[in-house]
């Protein structure tokens, strides 16, 4: 018997290369000539982030900055600052991408190390982790029509990391130091982190809006007393993106970038700090929708052979925006009775068997009779979130507030905003193709079967070449699953209705 048969594909965007790439840099700087010679380094960090990732010729690329700060004396014992940027880019190959293949790219620091050359030099060697994630459109084929036959349709909700993007968030704001610190001298250390606070989206478009606080470390004009203050900006920006849908879900991931701040005398007894800079913006766009899928299928009245592919959908999508307080503890290698600056920063966030783990990394600038030195040390530290297969995460911080239990020993409570879509993978079968076999040469109408209990008629109909249907109504059945072992009566069906 001849039968028409018709296919479809099924497409849905897959992982198909993921890899963890070091990124190192040796960066020989001078210090700029206004600014003084080198003593003694007090405290050196980088700050690594993309700025943009694209898919070309087969080969993924990331570009990037580093920015690297040193905070030191001169030789009158003065607290000095100066800072770097440096540049970085990162090529990977693979293969057989199509043009609709995209990369969701994270960088995070490891260390800096630094050696003093002379007075005026200082190199730099740092170390980073590049997360590589390439999506791609895989597709799976499947029969959606064939003649006199049975085939069975399901409706699967599912979820599809469908694109991401880079952008960065300006901005530029004057602030004035408090009202009891005398006139600033030099700006000698800072450290910020932006958060998220509201994100909505509509066609082509979506609104970001963030919180940055900047934390400051400057000395006094006269007697170079070393003062703190803090600062919070409001920050927002329209980002277009074209293909966006207006119910689809935003993962965003905020960094700081660059950052620059500026002693602005104003003639009044208080200095106006100029800061400015840009914070980076990492988004995924997650859309949810219906999938019809053939999963199964046969001939009526012939025998048949069907050939399955497995779709890989996911499924229980659910999309997280919550905060949570976490208690940890931060110990470090030294005396931490006065501290003038404690810089957070969040690495390592992954997601696994339903909890978001992550590494506290701590700087500290404490102060004793030789003057300022700066501790690291790290926590780790684990939020729970409901148990799903995977997830894209990204978690910040809010804001935190600590108490010195014991010297070299911080009681830290941080709270800790995340942005989050979470989902299972199911694989589910799909009818990729079904042949016929030889015809049956049964002439009776009717058969007896004995039913199981939780057998599925479906699967009944398929063994005798019949109609669920039917099978259903001729036994007055009151579910597609039989309950209890059941004596059925099977009609025989030659052609579909």
């Not at 740092?126 to 959606?144: A, E, F, G």
């Not at 005398?182 to 250390?189: G, T």
């Not at 070299?408 to 009818?431: F, W």
């Not at 058969?447 to 001729?474: C, H, L, P, Q, R």
Request: with cysteine.
């Amino acid at each position: 018997m001849d039968t028409q048969k018709e296919f479809l594909c099924l497409e849905k965007n897959c992982k198909i290369y993921s890899k963890a790439v070091d990124v190192e840099g040796d960066y020989q700087e001078s210090l700029p000539a206004y600014l003084d010679d080198i003593f003694r380094v007090v405290k050196c960090a980088s700050n690594s982030y993309i700025t943009s990732a694209d898919i070309s010729f087969n080969e993924v690329k990331i570009y990037g900055k580093t920015e690297i700060q040193i905070t030191y004396y001169n030789e009158d014992s003065n607290l000095c600052f100066a800072d770097f940027e440096e540049e970085f880019s990162k090529t990977v190959s693979v293969d057989n991408l199509s043009d609709s293949s995209f990369v969701r790219a994270y960088i995070c620091d490891k260390y800096v190390n630094f050696r003093v050359i002379n007075q005026r030099r200082i190199d730099f060697h740092t170390m980073s982790v590049l997360s590589i994630n390439v999506y791609d459109s895989v597709k799976y084929p499947t029969v959606c029509s064939l003649e006199n036959a049975k085939l069975k349709k399901e409706s699967i909700n599912t979820s599809d990391i469908v694109a991401s993007h880079i952008d960065k968030i300006d901005f530029d704001e004057e602030v004035t130091v408090p009202s009891d610190s005398k006139p600033v001298s030099r700006v000698v250390s800072w450290s910020a982190h932006p958060s998220l606070t509201d994100i909505k989206v509509i066609k082509d478009k979506l609104f970001v809006k963030a919180m940055l606080k900047v934390f400051v470390l400057y000395t006094t004009d006269e007697s170079e007393d070393v003062e703190n203050a803090e600062y919070t900006f409001s920050l927002s920006k329209i980002i277009d993106k074209a293909g966006l849908e207006e119910d689809d879900i935003v993962v965003a991931d905020l960094n700081t970038g660059t950052v620059f701040i500026k002693v602005k005398g104003n003639g009044d007894v208080n200095s106006t700090l100029n800061i400015f800079g840009e914070i980076s913006v990492n988004l995924t766009f997650v859309r949810e929708s219906t999938a019809e899928v053939i999963t199964d299928g046969y001939l009526l009245g012939a025998k048949s052979e069907c050939n399955y592919s497995s779709f890989e959908a996911n499924t229980d999508g659910r999309a997280f925006a919550d905060s949570r307080m976490i208690n940890t503890t931060l110990e470090f290698n030294g005396d931490t009775d006065r501290i003038y600056e404690l810089s957070l920063r969040l690495k390592d966030v992954n997601y696994k068997d339903g909890r978001i783990t992550a590494n506290v990394d701590a700087t500290a600038i404490t102060g004793g009779e030789s003057g300022l030195a700066s501790l690291n040390t790290s926590s780790e530290i684990d939020v729970p979130l409901d148990n799903f297969d995977e997830a894209v995460v990204s978690m910040y911080i809010d804001d935190y507030d600590y108490t010195i239990s014991s010297s070299g020993k911080i009681d830290l409570r941080l709270s800790l905003g995340i942005n989050a879509y979470c989902y299972n993978q199911t694989n589910v079968p799909v009818l990729a193709d079904i042949t016929e076999g030889e015809q049956t040469d049964e002439t009776h109408t009717l058969t007896v079967y004995f039913g199981k209990a939780n057998e599925k008629v479906w699967d009944i109909a398929k063994n005798f070449m019949s109609d669920e249907n039917e099978i259903i109504n001729e036994n007055a059945l009151k579910s597609d699953v039989l309950d209890t072992p059941t004596v059925l009566i099977i009609p025989r069906v030659k052609e579909a209705k």
